[in-house]
């Protein structure tokens, strides 16, 4: 075969891995390398792999960013002009700049042919590849045809990458990033949206954080490739997450005894997550077993079911930073979560009463002869909130109840366990879609001032003030009018 044959075929991700690179790719490697790439076209625009320690996820970004950069994958090569002027940049970026430039050694091993992986001569052509400084300081490379990729941190936002166009992200080690969810929305997403390219992202799970979020939200809405030995999810929207465990890179970068070995010595306690990449949740997990609590999200469940006449609604807010509100249809049992509202910067005190007249009026004011008005009960905690002047401006808001949580933590716990009992009993429905909260409950500890709870404190409040339904003391308290008055719906 000529070179130019060679590199032809070489347009497939894993043919350029073998015939050019001399590798032979690992189990882990032929599924995600599948799965990203169709033909002439990038399969996935957004995907994750999910996969235990070693399993070659490093070494894997690093074959596909230098094959994208070197074919300018996903610029159309039918005219050669206009293909080799065209510009295209990459950026490979993890959690450090540490952790970033590991594909990068990898590639400059690689195009050498001096990397361990590599079982046969490396045929790429001298010359394809130099090795250069971006921004004045930081280590890149470029390729014969102008492509740049760039090796950066996602620390401070990805302010590597504020402003710029890329043709392909890669993101090695994103479960370790601090504020993944707003890398992947505010900037990284951002960055592709005028070429197109796809968003990469690689890593063994850290416990339930953003990145188990991000996972279950695309295997919720997808669904499983029939022949993939149930390791792919895809979308129809493009998104696909991938599963590898550590038995993909034995006989390739790992030895059998090696993982063996593994298998006995490792800390049980995250074993499960570093040998097959399994989301743990913390070992003094509140709302546990985690598969029983699992139980409670339905994919039957709308993400929003407007309101219905006759029903009777609880609503309940929770007003901190980030501010999280449920309501709770608890007109038959199971109660089921009909809408969420979560806004991680709260807009003002002004905007809050906005939400919450609206919200209680829309909940209260559907109707018709046959079912008749349906009701609506709205708590808040009010711990944070200046006392009387709130409760004035919700005068309009009634029946309406304060829960005070400043004082000994026992109401809290109160709420705490009783929501966790309304769960495990399956008294409690919850919309699949909600993963925020899934991630909230699942990661949530008592005593732990550092984790995001404002969706289970919102839902707790919720389940609280439903167990004590609409009559008895705390309705009338709110309801000076009396002509309120509804069933229990214990
Ligand atoms: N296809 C392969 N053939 C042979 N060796 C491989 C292959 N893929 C990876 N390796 C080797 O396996 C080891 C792990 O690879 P790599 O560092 O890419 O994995 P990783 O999943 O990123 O690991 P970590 O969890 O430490 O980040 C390395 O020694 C690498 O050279
Ligand atoms: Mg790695």
Same mark, same amino acid.
């Given at each position: 075969?000529?070179?130019?044959?060679? *590199?032809?075929?070489?347009?497939?991700?894993?043919?350029?891995?073998?015939?050019? %690179?001399?590798?032979?790719?690992?189990?882990?490697?032929? +599924?995600?390398?599948?799965?990203?790439?169709?033909?002439?076209?990038?399969?996935?625009?957004?995907?994750?792999?999910?996969?235990?320690?070693?399993?070659?996820?490093?070494?894997?970004? /690093?074959?596909?960013?230098?094959?994208?950069?070197?074919?300018?994958?996903? !610029?159309?090569p039918s005219d050669e002009n206009?293909?080799?002027?065209?510009?295209?940049?990459?950026?490979?970026?993890?959690?450090?700049?540490?952790?970033?430039?590991?594909?990068?050694?990898?590639?400059? #091993?690689?195009?050498?042919?001096?990397?361990?992986?590599?079982?046969?001569?490396?045929?790429?052509?001298?010359? %394809?590849?130099?090795?250069?400084?971006?921004?004045?300081?930081?280590?890149?490379?470029?390729?014969?045809?102008?492509?740049?990729?760039?090796?950066?941190?996602?620390?401070?936002?990805?302010?590597?990458?504020?402003?710029?166009?890329?043709?392909?992200?890669?993101?090695?080690?994103?479960?370790?990033? $601090?504020?993944?969810?707003? !890398?992947?929305?505010?900037?990284?997403?951002?960055?592709?949206?005028?070429?197109?390219?796809?968003?990469?992202?690689?890593?063994?799970?850290?416990?339930?954080?953003?990145?188990?979020?991000?996972? /279950?939200?695309?295997?919720?809405?997808?669904?499983?490739?029939?022949?993939?030995?149930?390791?792919?999810?895809?979308?129809?929207?493009?998104?696909?997450?991938?599963?590898?465990?550590?038995?993909?890179?034995?006989?390739f970068g790992l030895a059998a005894?090696?993982?063996?070995?593994?298998?006995?010595?490792?800390?049980?306690?995250?074993?499960?997550?570093?040998? +097959?990449?399994?989301?743990?949740?913390?070992?003094?997990?509140?709302?546990?077993?985690?598969?029983?609590?699992?139980?409670?999200?339905?994919?039957?469940?709308?993400?929003?079911?407007?309101?219905?006449?006759?029903?009777?609604?609880?609503?309940?807010?929770?007003?901190?930073?980030?501010?999280?509100?449920? !309501?709770?249809?608890?007109?038959?049992? $199971?109660?089921?979560?009909?809408?969420?509202?979560?806004?991680?910067?709260?807009?003002?005190? /002004?905007?809050?009463?906005?939400?919450?007249?609206?919200?209680?009026?829309?909940?209260?004011? /559907?109707?018709?002869?046959?079912?008749?008005?349906?009701?609506?009960?709205?708590?808040?905690?009010?711990?944070?909130?200046?006392?009387?002047?709130?409760?004035? +401006? *919700?005068?309009?808001?009634?029946?309406?109840?304060?829960?005070?949580?400043?004082?000994?933590?026992?109401?809290?716990?109160? *709420?705490?366990?009783? %929501?966790?009992?309304?769960?495990?009993?399956?008294?409690? #429905?919850?919309?699949?879609?909600?993963?925020?909260?899934?991630?909230?409950?699942?990661?949530? +500890?008592?005593?732990?001032?550092?984790?995001?709870?404002?969706?289970?404190?919102?839902?707790?409040?919720?389940?609280?003030?439903?167990?004590?339904?609409?009559?008895?003391?705390?309705?009338?308290?709110?309801?000076?009018?009396?002509?309120?008055?509804?069933?229990?719906?214990?």
């Amino acid at each position: 075969m000529s070179l130019y044959e060679l *590199m032809r075929s070489g347009r497939d991700p894993i043919v350029f891995a073998t015939d050019i %690179l001399g590798l032979r790719l690992n189990h882990a490697q032929n +599924r995600w390398f599948k799965t990203l790439v169709n033909g002439e076209e990038w399969a996935h625009r957004y995907s994750v792999h999910v996969a235990a320690n070693q399993t070659g996820k490093s070494l894997g970004a /690093a074959v596909l960013l230098l094959w994208a950069c070197i074919y300018k994958f996903g !610029v159309d090569p039918s005219d050669e002009n206009r293909w080799a002027e065209a510009p295209y940049n990459w950026f490979h970026v993890a959690p450090s700049q540490n952790q970033a430039y590991i594909a990068l050694k990898d590639i400059e #091993l690689l195009v050498r042919g001096a990397h361990p992986s590599q079982v046969n001569k490396c045929r790429l052509p001298a010359g %394809l590849v130099s090795f250069t400084k971006v921004d004045t300081y930081y280590d890149g490379l470029t390729t014969y045809h102008g492509a740049e990729a760039q090796f950066r941190t996602t620390e401070e936002k990805a302010r590597a990458l504020q402003g710029r166009r890329a043709h392909g992200i890669t993101f090695d080690e994103a479960a370790f990033e $601090p504020h993944l969810k707003s !890398v992947l929305n505010e900037v990284l997403s951002m960055r592709l949206i005028s070429t197109g390219g796809p968003l990469i992202i690689v890593s063994t799970p850290n416990g339930i954080n953003d990145y188990y979020e991000v996972v /279950a939200g695309i295997k919720d809405r997808g669904t499983l490739v029939p022949d993939s030995n149930g390791r792919v999810w895809v979308t129809d929207d493009g998104q696909a997450v991938v599963w590898s465990t550590v038995d993909d890179n034995v006989g390739f970068g790992l030895a059998a005894d090696e993982v063996a070995r593994q298998e006995r010595e490792l800390d049980p306690a995250t074993k499960e997550q570093q040998l +097959r990449g399994a989301f743990l949740e913390p070992g003094d997990a509140f709302f546990v077993p985690g598969a029983a609590i699992l139980r409670a999200f339905r994919s039957n469940l709308p993400d929003l079911v407007p309101a219905k006449p006759g029903r009777v609604y609880i609503a309940f807010w929770d007003p901190s930073d980030p501010m999280a509100a449920y !309501v709770l249809d608890v007109t038959a049992r $199971p109660w089921k979560v009909v809408q969420e509202i979560w806004e991680r910067k709260p807009s003002g005190f /002004a905007s809050l009463m906005t939400q919450m007249y609206g919200i209680h009026a829309e909940r209260s004011g /559907a109707g018709d002869p046959v079912h008749g008005q349906s009701v609506c009960k709205t708590g808040y905690d009010e711990t944070g909130m200046g006392g009387k002047i709130v409760a004035e +401006r *919700m005068a309009g808001i009634y029946p309406r109840q304060g829960i005070d949580l400043s004082g000994s933590g026992k109401l809290k716990a109160d *709420m705490l366990g009783e %929501l966790r009992a309304r769960l495990l009993s399956g008294d409690l #429905l919850i919309p699949a879609g909600y993963h925020g909260l899934k991630r909230e409950l699942l990661s949530y +500890r008592l005593n732990d001032a550092r984790i995001q709870q404002d969706r289970v404190m919102a839902l707790a409040g919720a389940t609280w003030l439903a167990s004590r339904g609409f009559t008895g003391k705390t309705h009338a308290a709110f309801d000076p009018s009396a002509t309120f008055a509804r069933p229990a719906f214990r």
